[in-house]
């Protein structure tokens, strides 16, 4: 018949919460929201573990010391752990209620030990169904909405733990017998399931969320290569990743796609005039701007200090130019001197080029920086179209260029 000793069992999962500990104690990261919660589960595991081994050494399990350490350890290892799970999440759990629920755990347990073992016992089960379901509400968005299948698993697991808690006190509150050492006032299979979970958990716990921290820092070190992080747009190397699959797709799709060639005109002008922190909001407004009037299955790029490129999959080349002219008024339009406390408006030039069958995406970009060039020449504000583009299209007659319907002096 499958037994396992609960004080063995706490023995080992005090080891193994200690050894969890250790493990955390190595991660690193330069995330100060998951090295605080990395640093508060660690924690939480070392309480868990110094609480447990008194008890889980055997000789002196029934010493009222070792009883409370058992009670008031596991359980502050389990607010902890519930404060950390927080963390990760964004969902901060004020301190001082963190302190003040800990104190009133020890307070509470110090009591109910003078009244009796049994009352102890009853006190201590529904403790750790109440700090179990704390730690499995601070991480619900792990048990909720899990986004991949190491936060399942961490769901998975706070679950099982305050599952198993509130069966614990069922047992508990329906026990009539001698008091117990180990606290488990469980019929013998049940109590060896529990024990057996109790063992493996703490290790579990520290192994998913180590993995869950460094699937994160992944994805960041990942985000941080591909975004532009002044204006949230792509980097020039992630335009040149994603790129090339547009232009690929095409054939089979087909569709045109557009290349857009965007510049902010002069720009250099007013990071002389007003200074580099308003040139840093004009550069954030302008991408936020191209953002929401391009498709969602656009891409969007900073590919030099006030140049943009978008690439995005198009009907023909009239929807290109529709498309350029868009953003060029959305631009235009925006209240700069709200946004970046300019007395003057902010315009763009735009040269479109429609990408060819099986053309690189350097060749493209290249026909899209000589239309706009030829913006620039012609008193920018105004959309340019690339020569070949023009020529191959049926809609539009070469060299056209799509201006403004009122040309701003000085634009």
């Not at 969890?20 to 330069?30: K, L, P, Q, S, V």
Request: glycine content about 10%.
């Amino acid at each position: 018949m499958f037994h396992v000793d609960p004080l063995s069992a706490y023995l080992n999962c005090g080891v193994a919460a200690l050894v969890g500990a250790a493990i955390m104690r190595a991660a690193e990261t330069d995330d100060l929201r998951l090295r605080r919660a990395l640093r508060i589960c660690g924690w939480a595991l070392v309480t868990l573990g110094v609480g447990l081994l008194p008890a889980g050494l055997g000789a002196g399990a029934a010493h009222p010391v070792a009883q409370l350490s058992l009670a008031i350890g596991s359980l502050a290892g389990v607010v902890l752990m519930a404060h950390g799970l927080g963390q990760v999440q964004g969902r901060d759990m004020p301190t001082r209620w963190v302190w003040a629920l800990l104190a009133g755990l020890g307070l509470v347990h110090v009591a109910a030990l003078v009244t009796g073992p049994l009352i102890f016992g009853q006190v201590y089960a529904l403790g750790l169904a109440a700090t179990a379901t704390l730690m499995a509400w601070q991480g619900r968005g792990f048990v909720v909405s899990p986004r991949n299948l190491i936060e399942r698993g961490l769901g998975l697991s706070l679950l099982l733990v305050a599952a198993s808690s509130w069966l614990r006190l069922a047992f508990t509150l329906a026990y009539i017998g001698p008091a117990r050492v180990d606290l488990l006032y469980v019929p013998v299979p049940v109590s060896s399931l529990l024990a057996a979970l109790y063992g493996v958990m703490p290790i579990t716990m520290a192994t998913l969320l180590l993995t869950l921290v460094n699937a994160r820092l992944h994805q960041q070190l990942h985000s941080r290569a591909t975004t532009d992080e002044l204006t949230g747009a792509l980097t020039r190397r992630a335009l040149r990743e994603l790129a090339p699959a547009m232009l690929e797709r095409t054939p089979s799709r087909q569709a045109e796609v557009a290349v857009l060639m965007i510049d902010l005109d002069h720009f250099k002008g007013i990071n002389d005039s007003c200074g580099h922190a308003v040139g840093d909001r004009v550069l954030k407004m302008a991408a936020s701007t191209l953002q929401v009037n391009l498709r969602p299955d656009a891409l969007l790029a900073r590919y030099g200090g006030e140049e943009f490129v978008a690439v995005l999959p198009i009907d023909d080349l009239p929807a290109a130019r529709r498309v350029s002219e868009r953003l060029r008024a959305a631009v235009e339009g925006v209240d700069w001197k709200r946004a970046a406390g300019l007395d003057r408006a902010v315009t763009v030039s735009v040269g479109v080029a429609l990408a060819g069958a099986g053309e690189t995406l350097d060749a493209v970009l290249q026909r899209a920086d000589e239309a706009l060039y030829r913006a620039k020449r012609e008193g920018r504000n105004q959309v340019q179209v690339s020569l070949m583009a023009a020529w191959q299209s049926t809609a539009a007659a070469p060299d056209q260029a799509v201006t403004p319907s009122v040309t701003m002096t000085g634009a």
